[in-house]
């Protein structure tokens, strides 16, 4: 049904159906019985976690660039006249 064309709308729905039933099968099946633990401890993983969130979101910002690109073509062409100069003198 999948690779059908008058049936596709149907077999997207099944096979996101299954795995959605997959998914919910298997969180369903996990155990999670936490441990007793200390203050300091606690304080611990609370901070991680929120210095990886905010690592995280900080990722997700849209990069801008603060410097502006230089301008000066005829410096860099100089600079590297000059480096040019020095390499074949020293060779």
């Given at each position: 049904?999948?690779?059908?064309?008058?049936?596709?709308?149907?077999?997207?729905?099944?096979?996101?159906?299954?795995?959605?039933?997959?998914?919910?099968?298997?969180?369903?099946?996990?155990?999670?019985?936490?441990?007793?633990t200390?203050?300091?401890?606690?304080?611990?993983?609370?901070?991680?976690?929120?210095?990886?969130?905010g690592?995280m979101?900080?990722?997700?910002?849209?990069?801008?660039?603060?410097?502006?690109?230089?301008?000066?073509?005829?410096?860099?062409?100089?600079?590297?006249?000059?480096?040019?100069?020095?390499?074949?003198?020293?060779?």
């Amino acid at each position: 049904m999948l690779f059908a064309g008058s049936y596709k709308r149907w077999a997207n729905l099944l096979v996101w159906a299954s795995l959605a039933a997959l998914f919910v099968g298997i969180i369903n099946s996990v155990r999670m019985s936490f441990m007793p633990t200390t203050l300091w401890q606690l304080g611990v993983y609370v901070v991680m976690i929120a210095a990886g969130g905010g690592l995280m979101f900080k990722g997700l910002n849209r990069y801008e660039e603060k410097i502006p690109a230089p301008d000066n073509t005829a410096d860099l062409r100089r600079e590297l006249d000059e480096l040019r100069r020095s390499i074949n003198r020293d060779s």
